[in-house]
């Protein structure tokens, strides 16, 4: 029977095959992982869906006869942004799910427990520059009128209405550009990365172990995203500069400016100024497929929830309810667009699973992005969604997987701390039907 490509989707899994799974492999594939954002909760709801994801590898058959374990870790690609890029910077390193777990829980021993000050350091530095960038700027407005400058837009001197409708204006120079700086996190990735002797130069880490990390941010000044990579043309900045500007949510992290490696080059700034990279990308598995990959796993935990109560809607529950609504109907919707385009493009010959939490899943709605105190909470839930979701799709992810050489196990894993999953929901989310 002659393959078709397929579009399968249920209980969180979406899978876009378009290999054929009959066909016997000369070479080894290329694995990639990408890690979208998510912020506190949703990067430990991530963590929780990786130790998950990574119970059901059994082993990778090579080409050949070859047999060796497999662990997310052991993947040939890692692509991160925002949160995700976090994730990848330390998978790729070699440390395995279950010890990125440990770190989340506090209980590791290669790695520092992520706590709020590390990521909530408020910036008072640059408000303080800015308040007196603006104080200076006034200065200059005033003496301006008083020395009876003329204003060369308008051939004349300034004016006391003119003068004060600027300085008025210029009060904005003082609002800070974000309420938290991203140093912190910087320096607990570089000081950590130091203890577990991991190299913090993208070049240094692809040469010791063989594994491409690549990282994204977006450009203020141009409107541009950009990756960072050991083969990219940004990639003499340091991952953990990388990894603070893909990061910078705007409004919670003032940008962040980084010396441009490519300063002297044509058209090329002295510095750049860098914000989260899922500002225009809710994943980028486009980068991972133009990296040679032939499987990725892209792990999303932001999707949009469907809220059927009769009688009632989000817009009860308040703002916050209604913002998180909103923000994820914006990624989800991103993201939607970038799997149809994934398979409809007859250039990209890769398969993709995309791992997300169900429609349904109120339980991790009501979990607030940024309270860094529901992060064990979250890691927790994250195991259980993601593993009721590989449950419900093992035959197809079976398939899939074993096209690329990679074995599971058997349905039958203890589950993390002893809980049974009988009352989680199996049910296809609603609207999802499955697309042969």
């Given amino acids: 029977m002659e393959f078709r490509k397929h579009f399968y989707r249920h209980h969180g899994i979406t899978i876009i095959q378009k290999r054929d799974p009959g066909l016997t492999r000369i070479r080894r594939s290329k694995i990639a992982v990408v890690l979208a954002g998510g912020a506190v909760s949703g990067g430990a709801f991530k963590v929780g869906g990786l130790r998950a994801l990574d119970e059901i590898f059994d082993q990778r058959k090579l080409p050949g006869g070859a047999v060796s374990s497999f662990s997310l870790h052991d993947a040939d690609i890692f692509v991160g942004l925002s949160a995700g890029s976090v994730l990848a910077s330390v998978l790729s390193a070699g440390i395995p799910s279950d010890e990125i777990l440990r770190i989340v829980m506090g209980s590791s021993a290669v790695y520092d427990e992520f706590r709020a000050r590390d990521f909530m350091a408020p910036d008072l530095a640059a408000m303080g520059r800015r308040v007196l960038d603006m104080f200076g700027h006034q200065e200059v407005l005033l003496t301006n009128w008083l020395s009876g400058a003329t204003d060369t837009a308008r051939m004349?001197?300034?004016?006391?209405?003119?003068?004060?409708?600027?300085?008025?204006?210029?009060?904005?120079?003082?609002?800070?550009?974000?309420?938290?700086?991203?140093?912190?996190?910087?320096?607990?990735?570089?000081?950590?990365?130091?203890?577990?002797?991991?190299?913090?130069?993208?070049?240094?880490?692809?040469a010791?172990?063989?594994?491409?990390?690549?990282?994204?941010?977006?450009?203020?000044?141009?409107?541009?995203?950009?990756?960072?990579?050991?083969?990219?043309?940004?990639?003499?900045?340091?991952?953990?500069?990388?990894?603070?500007?893909?990061?910078?949510l705007p409004g919670w992290y003032a940008p962040v400016r980084l010396p441009n490696p490519r300063a002297g080059e044509p058209y090329e700034p002295p510095f750049l100024d860098l914000v989260d990279g899922g500002l225009m990308r809710t994943a980028n598995v486009r980068v991972a497929v133009e990296k040679g990959a032939d499987l990725v796993i892209c792990y999303n935990p932001f999707t949009r929830i469907r809220y059927e109560r009769d009688g009632r809607s989000l817009?009860?529950?308040?703002?916050?309810?209604?913002?998180?609504?909103?923000?994820?109907?914006?990624?989800?919707?991103?993201?939607?667009?970038?799997?149809?385009?994934?398979?409809?493009?007859?250039?990209?010959?890769?398969?993709?699973?995309?791992?997300?939490?169900?429609?349904?899943?109120?339980?991790?709605?009501?979990?607030?992005?940024?309270?860094?105190?529901?992060?064990?909470?979250?890691?927790?839930?994250?195991?259980?969604?993601?593993?009721?979701?590989?449950?419900?799709?093992?035959?197809?992810?079976?398939?899939?997987?074993?096209?690329?050489?990679?074995?599971?196990?058997?349905?039958?894993?203890?589950?993390?701390?002893?809980?049974?999953?009988?009352?989680?929901?199996?049910?296809?989310?609603?609207?999802?039907?499955?697309?042969?």
């Fill in 208 to 248: 010791r172990t063989g594994k491409e990390l690549m990282l994204s941010a977006v450009d203020v000044n141009r409107g541009e995203l950009i990756v960072f990579g050991h083969d990219e043309p940004y990639g003499n900045v340091p991952i953990s500069d990388a990894v603070r500007a893909s990061c910078a």
């Fill in 156 to 206: 004349q001197p300034f004016g006391a209405p003119q003068t004060l409708k600027k300085m008025i204006g210029s009060l904005a120079r003082g609002l800070p550009m974000g309420l938290f700086s991203t140093d912190r996190l910087g320096a607990y990735l570089r000081r950590n990365a130091a203890r577990a002797g991991v190299s913090d130069d993208f070049a240094t880490e692809y």
């Fill in 315 to 436: 817009v009860d529950h308040g703002p916050a309810a209604f913002a998180s609504q909103l923000f994820r109907i914006l990624l989800g919707a991103r993201l939607d667009i970038a799997k149809e385009l994934l398979y409809r493009d007859e250039t990209i010959d890769a398969d993709v699973v995309f791992i997300e939490p169900t429609e349904d899943d109120l339980d991790f709605f009501r979990i607030n992005p940024l309270r860094h105190s529901q992060k064990e909470k979250a890691a927790e839930h994250g195991y259980r969604a993601i593993r009721a979701g590989i449950l419900a799709n093992h035959e197809r992810l079976a398939e899939i997987f074993g096209t690329h050489g990679i074995a599971l196990r058997p349905t039958t894993v203890t589950p993390w701390r002893g809980q049974e999953l009988s009352s989680d929901d199996l049910r296809e989310s609603r609207g999802h039907a499955a697309i042969r």
